[in-house]
């Protein structure tokens, strides 16, 4: 018998830019946010609820325990939800929700109109852009805060199961919205307030309930304790710049230079006031690619698979092999980084390649594995203060080129600052050479063999450092003596 309500609202905010995307495009952008009826970024109820009993479901061996709170569709046999959970919507001044139409700061307004767009495009194994591969979307800032309530119907027995869920909204694996391992999506609990209310005692207290989420007068405070293991392996690269300067570029220049270090406004609330603050990012993305692309070198080189396998007289079949042992059609990519569902795969002996042959796609998509947060840096940590100019030589005549002449402005670290770099693995049962290669890759970052960001031939986003696994487990320090 249902004898308690669980009550909580929760304060999120969002250490990495937020993706919650809404289906829609505009004339500017491939891919738009959601928004709620004031025009301001929101998180609907459904996503925090999918990702919640994912992350339960994914950490707890017996599923049907959470199947009693989530529900299950089984016709006659289902059973109902016990547990509701609202949309977030961002918090503004005073640390208030916009309840009433259009009650909103115009200078707020104006920039929530115009949110950050992230540029990507797919690089191929021969560091290329792919056809078709340049797109966009739009971000909710970093920094920004919304608020929820969630809610469960039970009984006294359930409060362990409460504590656990609420718990869970501090899991590294707590990631919502689309791109979660591409950067962005990652979320910290700023504040819980909760309250159990008893009917059996507390039937007029619950009816009376304010349901407004910018009334809290009657929750109290709840600590954050520690989750279950949150299955996942955990790497920590700290990095000094080897050439002093690195490159992630925005794409585009400015007044001075024709490419520029990609730099974003984050929200910072200062007096419970919404500030914002201009930093400059490192993509997970940059980072994410160059990894990817090195692990498959290294579990083709751990597997056997050299050039001199690949067939000298035919063009098509050579293609077709150089596509099995790249991107997604290579297996620890695959496994790592994820792939699509359906289309044709290729099929072939993999030591000969003969017989290849396209088959219907027998794998799953999957997400990836890897998670990557995006980085920030203030003023005081980074300057793009170095301007570089190119010129394209005709060999010809030795002078410059008509028209090949630009500049890019590159990236420095201030007061002895270093690139840390935090990296997780989700715990998986791998093929053989898998992590081997994985590992193998960040030894190369911190060996100064795998360059980082733009401008990387000309001496660029070398680094070198210290790569340890889980804390304490040391797997490679450079040694610059």
């Known amino acids: 018998m249902n004898t308690h309500i669980y009550i909580a609202r929760i304060v999120l905010e969002a250490t990495t830019p937020l993706f919650v995307g809404s289906g829609e495009s505009s004339l500017l952008k491939d891919a738009l946010v959601q928004k709620d009826f004031n025009g301001m970024p929101m998180i609907q109820g459904t996503s ?5 009993r994912h992350v339960l479901q994914d950490t707890e061996s017996d599923k049907s325990k959470w199947e009693q709170i989530f529900g299950l569709p089984n016709g006659k046999d289902g059973l109902g939800s016990r547990l509701r959970i609202s949309s977030a919507y961002l918090i503004l001044n005073d640390n208030k929700i916009g309840e009433k139409f259009d009650d909103i700061d ?5 920039k929530f109109d115009n949110l950050p767009s992230r540029q990507h495009v797919r690089i191929n194994d021969k560091g290329v852009a792919i056809k078709n591969g340049l797109f966009d979307n739009e971000v909710v800032y970093k920094g920004t805060k919304f608020k929820f309530e969630i809610e469960l119907i039970g009984n006294e027995l359930d409060k362990p199961v409460w504590i656990e ?5 501090d899991s590294a694996l707590f990631r919502v919205g689309q791109g979660t391992r591409n950067g962005y999506g990652n979320l910290k609990v700023a504040n819980i307030k909760a309250k159990t209310f008893d009917l059996n005692i507390d039937f007029d ?4 309930f304010n349901p407004s989420l910018n009334d ?4 109290v405070n709840f600590e954050i304790g520690n989750s279950k ?11 000094e710049p080897d050439g002093l300067f690195f490159n992630f570029s925005e794409g585009f220049g400015d007044d001075k230079v024709d490419n520029k270090p990609l730099e974003e406004e984050v929200v910072i609330y200062k007096s419970n006031k919404i500030d914002f603050e201009t930093q400059t990012v490192i993509p997970a993305t940059s980072i994410k690619g160059a990894i990817a692309h090195r692990t498959a070198f290294h579990f083709n080189k751990l597997k056997g698979k050299y050039a001199d396998i690949l067939n000298k007289e035919h063009k098509v079949v050579r293609d077709v092999q150089i596509k099995m042992l790249t991107g997604n059609f290579n297996d620890a990519v695959y496994q790592l980084f994820g792939g699509e569902v359906g289309g044709m795969r290729l099929k072939a002996d993999e030591k000969s390649f003969q017989s290849i042959e396209y088959v219907p796609e027998t794998k799953e998509g999957q997400r990836g594995k890897v998670i990557i947060d995006d980085l920030y ?9 170095k301007i570089f100019n190119h010129v ?7 002078g410059a080129m008509n028209g090949a002449l630009f500049s890019e402005k590159s990236s420095r670290f201030l007061q002895n600052n270093k690139l840390e770099l935090h990296i997780a693995l989700e715990k998986a049962i791998y093929d053989e050479h898998v992590i081997e290669a994985f590992e193998n890759s960040l030894k190369d970052i911190c060996k100064g063999l795998l360059p980082l960001g733009g401008m990387t031939t000309k001496g660029n986003g070398i680094f070198t450092g210290t790569l340890t696994k889980n804390k304490t487990e040391n797997l490679f320090n450079y040694d610059r003596n």
């Not at 925090?48 to 919640?52: A, F, I, M, S």
């Open 216 to 219: 809290d007068t009657c929750l």
């Open 377 to 385: 840096f203030n003023e005081g940590q980074i300057v793009n203060d």
């Open 392 to 398: 394209a030589i005709d060999r010809f005549t030795g």
């Open 48 to 52: 925090l609820t999918g990702v919640l």
């Open 106 to 110: 115009d200078k707020i307004k104006a």
């Open 165 to 169: 869920i609420l718990n869970q909204f």
């Open 205 to 208: 207290a619950y009816t009376d």
């Open 229 to 239: 293991n949150d299955g996942l392996i955990y790497y920590k690269l700290e990095l």
